[in-house]
T-cell receptor, first 112, second 114 residues
Framework: SQTIHQWPATLVQPVGSPLSLECTVE??????LYWYRQAAGRGLQLLFY??????ISSEVPQNLSASRPQDRQFILSSKKLLLSDSGFYLC???????????FGSGTQLSVL | AQTVTQSQPEMSVQEAETVTLSCTYD???????LFWYKQPPSRQMILVIR??????QNATENRFSVNFQKAAKSFSLKISDSQLGDTAMYFC???????????FGTGTSLTVIP
């Protein structure tokens, strides 16, 4: 069966520190992968999506970046976190064209 | 980016009653897909229902159904016989092939009152 793992569940980081959030998918190959951010009381903002290894599309210019070093691994990074980077980060995958998104359990990031 | 609008930030409904959540979207595409997702307090996103734009028939899934009005670019969700477990944030989403970017609305917080 297909599963998606996202970690850590909670992260508290100081302003200016680096960030690395990891997401892995099991039980499927060549999925489309997505990173979303959900600010408190707000909707989901699409940050990055990837249709293949090394193929990353950015929706919103910011100090975050994404990488896909392996087919089922998607990493969200930052060299220096800002206060505005706080939020709930969700990884998701889609298997096949026109299929629904499956979401990970999310990471609550607090930048202090 | 596509625009998805949910104009009702909060709603409430009595248990066993029916409630309708609104969603409108803006696109020039003719081929796309629409979704409703539910986010309970656990924050796990769960698919509620899915609609293909080329299908005229409204999707239904047990107590959940949609009213898809393509010309009006409207996609509302009707929940019948509301249950306490329906209390959650509900997000409307738009997906445009072939890039398959998913765009979400800002959500409607639904509370089912016992």
């Amino acid at each position: 069966s297909q599963t998606i793992h996202q970690w850590p569940a909670t992260l508290v980081q100081p302003v200016g520190s680096p960030l690395s959030l990891e997401c892995t998918v099991e039980g499927t190959s060549n999925p489309n992968l997505y990173w979303y951010r959900q600010a408190a009381g707000r909707g989901l903002q699409l940050l990055f999506y990837s249709v293949g290894i090394g193929q990353i599309s950015s929706e919103v210019p910011q100090n975050l970046s994404a990488s896909r070093p392996q087919d089922r691994q998607f990493i969200l990074s930052s060299k220096k976190l800002l206060l505005s980077d706080s939020g709930f980060y969700l990884c998701a995958y889609q298997q096949g064209t026109n299929e629904k998104l499956f979401f990970g359990s999310g990471t609550q990031l607090s930048v202090l | 980016a596509q625009t998805v609008t949910q104009s009702q930030p909060e709603m409430s409904v009595q248990e066993a009653e029916t409630v309708t959540l609104s969603c409108t979207y803006d696109t020039s595409e003719s081929n796309y897909y629409l979704f409703w997702y539910k986010q309970p307090p656990s924050r796990q996103m769960i698919l509620v229902i899915r609609q293909e734009a080329y299908k005229q028939q409204n999707a239904t899934e047990n107590r959940f159904s949609v009213n898809f009005q393509k010309a009006a670019k409207s996609f509302s969700l009707k929940i019948s016989d509301s249950q306490l477990g329906d209390t959650a944030m509900y997000f409307c989403a738009f997906m445009k092939p072939p890039g398959n970017q998913f765009y979400f609305g800002t959500g409607t917080s639904l509370t089912v009152i016992p």
